[in-house]
């Protein structure tokens, strides 16, 4: 079975800022995506960003990037000029692919991000 | 966009009795939703995959006799807690794929149950 852990509970940044969240994961498939997602205080899941396995390129959206490291199972997220509305909890997932893949969305424990004005 | 839809977002009830909840996808066609549940300060944790037209899927250790999934139409699944206990309580959260396998997960707003 995979799993998705994010070591960091709660992390802060000043506004303008970048952060860094980590997140490791634990596969024995070669083809998955992975994604992190963002709830903020309203508790809808927002998707940030999203990794196909096989693409060795970093996935980018505007401030949102990612570093994939395949070998050594890490997805870690930077969000560059951090803004106020970035404060949420930011959770880790995985997803098997493939037309007989399990679609299942396995997260991690989530990472409470605030953005210090 | 697409837009998943949860109702209701918050609802109370009594011990014993059952509670519906919604999940309509707006502007989608839906072949197969995904229902979560969270836990205060937790994770999001799948109880089932719902398909169009036949019987849930359910995670393992998930009662599919107290949850049940009901996914009549292309824009409709249910979440039917039956006979809800104070431990019952938690924060549902329906998501619902658009198109192909491997397309993106859109999910809803979630529902708040508190069991009194």
């Known amino acids: 079975a995979q799993t998705v852990t994010q070591s960091q509970p709660e992390m802060s940044v000043q506004e303008a800022e970048t952060v860094t969240l980590s997140c490791t994961y634990d596969?024995?498939?070669?083809?998955?995506?992975l994604f992190w997602y963002k709830q903020p205080p309203s508790r809808q899941m927002i998707l940030v960003i999203r990794?196909?396995?096989?693409?060795?390129q970093n996935a980018t959206e505007n401030r949102f990037s990612v570093n994939f490291q395949k070998a050594a199972k890490s997805f870690s997220l930077k969000i560059s000029d951090s803004q106020l509305g970035d404060a949420a909890m930011y959770f880790c997932?995985?997803?098997?692919?493939?037309?007989?893949?399990?679609?299942?969305?396995?997260f991690g424990t989530g990472t409470r991000l605030t953005i210090i004005p | 966009g697409a837009v998943v839809s949860q109702h209701p977002s918050r609802v109370i009830c009594k011990s014993g009795t059952s509670v519906k909840i919604e999940c309509r996808s707006l502007?989608?066609?839906?072949?197969?939703m995904f229902w979560y549940r969270q836990f205060p300060k937790k994770s999001l944790m799948l109880m089932a995959t719902?398909?169009?037209?036949?019987?849930?899927?359910?995670e393992q250790g998930v009662e599919k006799d107290k949850f049940l999934i009901n996914h009549a139409s292309l824009t409709l699944s249910t979440l039917t807690v039956t006979s809800a206990h104070p431990e019952d309580s938690s924060f549902y959260i329906c998501?619902?794929?658009?198109?192909?396998?491997?397309?993106?997960?859109?999910f809803g707003n979630g529902t708040r149950l508190t069991v009194t």
């Open positions: 990794q196909e396995a096989y693409k060795q």
């Open positions: 596969t024995s498939e070669s083809d998955y995506y």
């Open positions: 997932a995985y997803r098997s692919s493939g037309i007989f893949g399990n679609e299942k969305l396995t």
């Open positions: 502007d989608f066609q839906a072949t197969t």
């Open positions: 719902s398909n169009e037209g036949s019987k849930a899927t359910y």
């Open positions: 998501s619902a794929r658009m198109g192909q396998i491997n397309s993106p997960l859109h």
